[in-house]
C-alpha cells in the first residue's frame, strides 16, 4: 500500500513563502504522477500544481502560476511545492495525492477522482 506523507505546512504573513513535502512511500512504477492539491471548506479540491515522476513536464493552476513551484527528489521519494509571495487567497488544507503507473496529462492533471492515493493534509494559513 501506498502512502503519503505532507509536511511544512504553517502560518505566514502576505509575501512570505513556505515549501510543502510530501514523501511517497513507494513508486510502484518508473512512471507516476503526482500532484498538489488545495481545499477550503465549502469549496472544490482544486488542483495546484503537477509532475511526472519520470518526466520534466510540470502544470499549474493559472493562479499560482511564476508563485509555485513543484519539484521532486527521485532519490528521497519526496515531491516539494515551494510557495513563494504568498497571498490570503492562498490559505487551504494542502494535499498530495499519486497515480502510479501514468503521466500527469495536461487536460485531465487537476482532476482529483483520477488519484488513488491521498496524503492527511497540512494547513497552510497566510494572513493579511
Known amino acids: 500500500q501506498v502512502q503519503l506523507v505532507e509536511s511544512g505546512g504553517g502560518s505566514v504573513q502576505a509575501g512570505g513563502s513556505l515549501r510543502l513535502s510530501c514523501a511517497v512511500s513507494a513508486y510502484t512504477y518508473s512512471w507516476n504522477c503526482v500532484v498538489w492539491f488545495r481545499q477550503t471548506p465549502g469549496k472544490e479540491r482544486e488542483g495546484v500544481a503537477a509532475l511526472s515522476t519520470g518526466t520534466t513536464s510540470t502544470y499549474y493552476t493559472d493562479s499560482v502560476t511564476g508563485r509555485f513551484t513543484i519539484s521532486r527528489d527521485n532519490a528521497k521519494k519526496t515531491v516539494y511545492l515551494q510557495m513563494n509571495s504568498l497571498k490570503p487567497e492562498d490559505t487551504a488544507m494542502y494535499y498530495c495525492?499519486?497515480?502510479?503507473?501514468?503521466?500527469?496529462?495536461?487536460?485531465?492533471?487537476?482532476?482529483?477522482?483520477?488519484?488513488?492515493?491521498w496524503g492527511q493534509g497540512t494547513q497552510v494559513t497566510v494572513s493579511s
Open positions: 495525492a499519486a497515480r502510479m503507473g501514468s503521466t500527469c496529462l495536461s487536460e485531465s492533471w487537476s482532476q482529483s477522482v483520477r488519484y488513488n492515493y
